[in-house]
């Protein structure tokens, strides 16, 4: 790989911050203000990807998907409507809503081709980029619309696509850098193309991915993602009043964080980030004189307990099977199974007889199906007996040398008073300690945590 481009921020703005036309307006404020922000990238408009997923899904009525498609077209003529000399603009927005209409009709009419529902749902990122370019444009800011499926080369998984990594830099080279020398790129997140061409989406959430993916092959220095909140806390404040910002965190723990729930940054943005040595930076548009979180390789500070992390809707699936007593194989084949079935595990706890998985929806299919389908169940049954229990959360103690630690099991067991604890998990890893509750009682748990462990 070649030597860093220290010269080149990539920013990544999310769906809240291209919401509207004051939003995407603070969005050119920030480009402007940073000559070295050369690639930007986009998600779709606040709202846009939800009504999208539910037309690609083709169970809608034809009353629904005329609705949906009135909600979408309102969200970006809106936008539209607020800028100067928009008769070439209008003409490619109309064309993409066009688009949008024309795929999800044959998708309602029974079309189940993977392809057009990828397609579908590329289309709200598309509409972003094709805005925010002509604002910049109109601001004295040369920027040019680059269609990410250019270099973003992915396998033809269809609604959680895997980048092909060479592929993707040495396209980037041939196809990204020199646009980048002539003017600010802006493209678009979450979507690539495979092989023959055919649009591919990286799974919810995957701008981030996208960017980090992009910021990677470019040796870019910084990565800047840029959305509603002015970085990382030490707990999502909605949940804990009095939750702290964080100056600084190291990979390890920012991996940690949102692989167990800050939805801040997506589980998959820290790899590219490590393997390209980009820092990151996490910021508000809304208040980027706030600063943010920076995310480096090291940091100062390594405290015992950094923050707490809350994930719900948590999938509990137990196996059961007397093969499994003195006999070899049974989780190499259980694993292969939910290979197969493109689901990952989180945690994992075993007896004599069974084992018991956490599963969850984040990076899942863009769709938004349910992981514990009726084919994975049918294929399980030779091998086990399965238990399903839905609507469980998973807590994380985030900081460092947690598993050399002494007294941190008990600390953490003692701010849980009468509450269940269905898995607890520790010694993976020096940054985490995990454990599974009832999804009812999750908020309550965080908030009496927070108070004993992270309040000074």
């Not at 470019?218 to 804990?240: E, M, Q």
């Not at 099977?321 to 075993?350: C, K, P, Y």
Request: charged residues 20%; negative net charge.
């Amino acid at each position: 790989m070649n030597n860093q481009n220290t010269s080149l921020t990539v920013a990544k703005f999310g769906g809240t911050s291209v919401a509207n036309f004051e939003a995407i307006n603070r969005c050119v404020d920030i480009i402007e203000a940073d000559p070295t922000v050369r690639l930007v990238v986009v998600s779709a408009a606040a709202g846009v990807t939800n009504r999208l997923v539910e037309l690609s899904a083709g169970q809608v009525d034809l009353a629904r998907r005329q609705a949906l498609l009135h909600d979408i077209a309102a969200i970006e003529y809106a936008m539209l409507d607020r800028l100067e000399n928009r008769s070439q603009v209008a003409a490619e927005l109309d064309a993409l809503l066009a688009l949008m209409a024309s795929l999800s009709g044959r998708i309602a009419a029974g079309d189940g081709e993977p392809a057009l529902a990828d397609q579908l749902l590329s289309l709200g990122e598309r509409c972003s980029t094709l805005l925010l370019t002509e604002l910049l444009n109109q601001r004295g800011i040369a920027a040019g619309n680059f269609d990410v499926c250019q270099v973003m080369r992915t396998d033809d998984h269809f609604g959680r696509a895997s980048p092909q990594l060479a592929q993707l830099e040495s396209l980037c080279d041939q196809h990204l850098v020199p646009a980048l020398a002539a003017q600010v790129v802006v493209t678009q997140g979450f979507i690539g193309a495979d092989e023959q061409g055919r649009v591919t989406t990286l799974g919810r959430g995957g701008s981030d991915y996208s960017a980090a993916l992009l910021a990677q092959s470019l040796r870019a220095r910084v990565l800047a993602i840029w959305t509603d909140v002015d970085g990382i806390y030490s707990c999502d404040p909605r949940v804990v009043a009095d939750a702290r910002p964080i100056a600084e965190l190291s990979f390890n723990e920012a991996a940690e964080m949102a692989t167990f729930g800050s939805k801040i940054l997506h589980p998959a943005t820290i790899l590219p980030a490590v393997r390209g040595g980009c820092q990151v930076f996490v910021g508000s548009t809304y208040a980027p004189e706030k600063g943010g979180t920076w995310i480096r390789s090291e940091c100062g500070s390594q405290p015992v307990f950094r923050a707490l992390s809350l994930r719900r809707h948590q999938t509990l699936l137990t196996a059961h099977s007397l093969n499994m007593l003195h006999a070899q194989g049974f989780l190499a084949e259980l694993f292969a199974i939910l290979a197969r079935h493109r689901i990952s595990v989180d945690l994992i706890t075993t007896s004599e007889v069974s084992v018991a998985l956490t599963l969850d929806q984040t990076g899942s299919d863009s769709s938004g199906r349910s992981l514990v389908s009726q084919a994975l169940l049918d294929e399980l049954a030779p091998l086990c007996r399965v238990e399903v229990e839905q609507d469980l959360a998973l807590v994380a103690v985030i900081g460092n040398h947690i598993a050399k630690t002494s007294g941190i099991g008990i600390r953490v067991l003692e701010a849980m008073e009468d509450s269940n604890v269905r898995m607890f998990c520790q010694g993976a890893s020096a940054h985490n300690l995990c454990f599974l509750v009832d999804g009812n009682e999750a908020e309550s748990i965080v908030q009496r945590l927070h108070r004993r462990l992270l309040t000074k």
